[in-house]
């Protein structure tokens, strides 16, 4: 990602735009610090994240033998 100043930005705003198009992010500083960030129109910033399933694992698993709340009531029970 590429960094500009305030300044910078103002000045080369056209460049900018095309290395947007194509594909760069552009972080927009002031005074050393990030105010703002160009990326592509419709861009989130961040690619999404795709999780697997979890419902394979959970039905691979053993059934407990005690409830959650058996567990916390005989921990509290064991703390006083």
Known sequence: ?????????????????????AGEEIL???????VARLTEAGSTGAPAISFPSRRDLRERLPRARTTSAEIVRADRDARG
């Open 28 to 34: 927009i500083t002031r005074r050393g610090k990030p």
């Open 1 to 21: 990602m590429r960094e500009v100043t305030v300044r910078q930005a103002r000045i080369q705003m056209a460049e900018l735009l095309d290395s947007v198009e």
